[in-house]
């Protein structure tokens, strides 16, 4: 279980939006200046692995939610004692956004 700082069980970190082929995840902590937690590490592995598998998508963006930040990065509260586990899980993340898009060149 996380910190305080970790969303309660079944609340989504990220919102999905989509028009038309253009998709948009929203990191969606503002409050947390958008850092960066398991779950959220979770939810945009499986938003990327979903949003992948649909043909209709051609472009993906992620942004943040607020006006401060699109993301201060690890939420080093919650991350502390999962630091490795953790960086392994970031990279495959960002593989699966650098594979999605090295594709659709």
């Known amino acids: 279980m996380g910190s305080i700082d970790e969303p309660p069980v079944g609340q989504m970190t990220l919102q999905i939006e989509q028009t038309d082929q253009i998709a948009r995840i929203v990191l969606d902590r503002p409050e947390q200046l ?14 990327v692995d979903s949003l992948d598998a649909d043909a209709d998508v051609r472009c993906l963006l992620v942004t943040g939610a607020g006006d401060r930040a699109f993301s201060a990065g690890a939420d080093l509260s919650v991350l ?10 970031a990279a495959a993340t960002h593989d699966r956004l650098s594979d999605r898009s090295r594709a659709s060149e």
Do not use: F, G
């Open 34 to 47: 958008n850092t960066i937690t398991p779950t959220m590490l979770d939810e945009l592995a499986a938003a």
């Open 80 to 89: 502390a004692d999962e630091m490795d586990a953790i960086a392994e899980r």
